[in-house]
């Protein structure tokens, strides 16, 4: 499949273990938050957003956290498994519907 | 079920000949994006359209043109393709709803350019 990035920040963890990727952004004035997975050979697939009024949201083994005093967006994922093995891309919208991707992290989870 | 696909999902052409990259979704979305992704710069904003007739200039719009004649198409054109074109291409979509705010993503082409 394609490469995303063969110089991306790689994070490497044991499978059941947590994950944390984090991510800082740029503009203070940014109101909405993304973190996409893209494997190999695929589009970005969302995971889970959130508002620049939350602090904190959780979905299935995932949970997002903002803090926007450092502007920092982390994303936790509970017991990794294989499958999570993936590229994971941070985005804010800086105004009407337009997203600014980050670089990327790159999530390989060992056996 | 609804979804976003692109065509072709590889492509090779040379240097100087004009290409279109097709894009086109069943959501019935407004908000239609291209991007493209390479090696150190992640996904960067090509042009993106609100709505029929509506087309805007993203961050890497120079030598691509896009056109929305309906909701479900957004096609991008490269005029005259460079080998700086080289790169894997990304459509997305997304509804204008208050709180819809999710771009959705297809599958992605990858252009080479020789």
């Known amino acids: 499949g394609e490469s995303v990035g063969l110089h991306l920040p790689t994070l490497s963890v044991q499978e059941g273990d947590n994950s944390i990727i984090n991510c800082a952004y740029s503009n203070s004035a940014s109101d909405y938050f993304i973190w996409y997975k893209q494997e190999s050979g695929k589009g970005p697939q969302f995971i889970i957003d959130i508002r620049s009024n939350m602090d904190k949201r959780q979905g299935q083994r995932v949970t997002v956290l903002l803090n926007k005093t450092v502007k920092h967006l982390s994303l936790q994922i509970a017991a990794t498994q294989p499958g999570d093995s993936a590229v994971y891309f941070c985005?804010?919208?800086?105004?009407?519907?337009?997203?600014?991707f980050g670089q990327g992290t790159r999530l390989t989870i060992n056996p | 079920d609804a979804e976003i696909t692109q065509s072709p999902r590889h492509k090779i052409t040379e240097t100087g000949r004009q290409v279109t990259l097709a894009c086109h979704q069943t959501w019935n979305h407004n908000n239609m994006f291209w991007y493209r992704q390479d090696l150190g710069h992640g996904l960067r904003l090509i042009h993106y359209s609100y709505g029929v007739q509506d087309t805007n200039k993203g961050e890497v719009s120079d030598g691509y043109s896009v056109s929305r004649s309906n909701t479900e198409d957004l096609p991008l054109t490269l005029e005259s393709a460079a080998s700086s074109q080289t790169s894997v291409y990304f459509c997305?979509?997304?509804?204008?709803?208050?709180?819809?705010?999710?771009?959705?993503f297809g599958p992605g082409t990858r252009l080479t350019v020789l």
């Open positions: 997305a979509s997304s509804d204008n709803r208050e709180g819809a705010d999710t771009q959705y």
């Open positions: 985005a804010e919208r800086e105004g009407a519907q337009k997203l600014v």
